[in-house]
């Protein structure tokens, strides 16, 4: 706790000078977007709308590559909806990952998905969902060649929406 009654202080790493170097990099990253953000009302009923997970937190299958978190890998893994918790793992390091570690759902929540999709809530849960980095310094790669890939695998899977967890 800090100083204010019921408020918790976020650990990220447990040092205080990775922490600070973290936080004056991040100042340098921000670009603010230029011109209109386009925004298009979802209308779908719930109950028919077919979704999908993108998580920056750095979750993949155990099997997958490890992202190269220093090297703010902008890569994307592919992790299909037939996962189980136990085959998946984050290798993202500038959160502090304890919760997650113990349960995937903080930041990755596709078991609550799928139960939502069984109780009929929603029409589905997509036959794939994204795992990337949320620490992406150079944009580039990512805005060029990582979300066209994102984008081709929503339409092919006919996705009606995402849902976006931060890390």
Request: with cysteine; aromatic share 6%; net charge neutral.
């Amino acid at each position: 706790m800090d100083g204010r009654k019921g408020e918790t202080k976020v650990k990220l790493s447990g040092n205080r000078f990775i922490e600070s170097l973290v936080s004056k990099k991040a100042k340098q990253m921000i670009n603010p977007i230029l011109g209109d953000i386009p925004l298009t009302k979802f209308t779908k009923p719930t109950k028919e709308a077919v979704f999908a997970l993108i998580t920056t937190a750095g979750v993949h299958l155990k099997t997958q590559p490890v992202f190269e978190v220093e090297a703010g890998d902008p890569s994307v893994r592919f992790i299909p909806s037939s996962v189980k918790e136990e085959e998946l793992m984050i290798s993202h390091t500038h959160f502090d990952r304890s919760d997650a570690d113990r349960d995937v759902n903080c930041v990755f929540p596709l078991f609550r998905l799928i139960e939502l999709a069984t109780d009929g809530i929603i029409g589905g849960a997509a036959r794939t969902h994204f795992g990337l980095m949320g620490y992406i310094p150079d944009t580039s790669p990512l805005i060029d060649a990582t979300i066209p890939l994102i984008l081709k695998q929503l339409k092919d899977d006919k996705v009606d929406a995402v849902i976006l967890n931060p890390g």
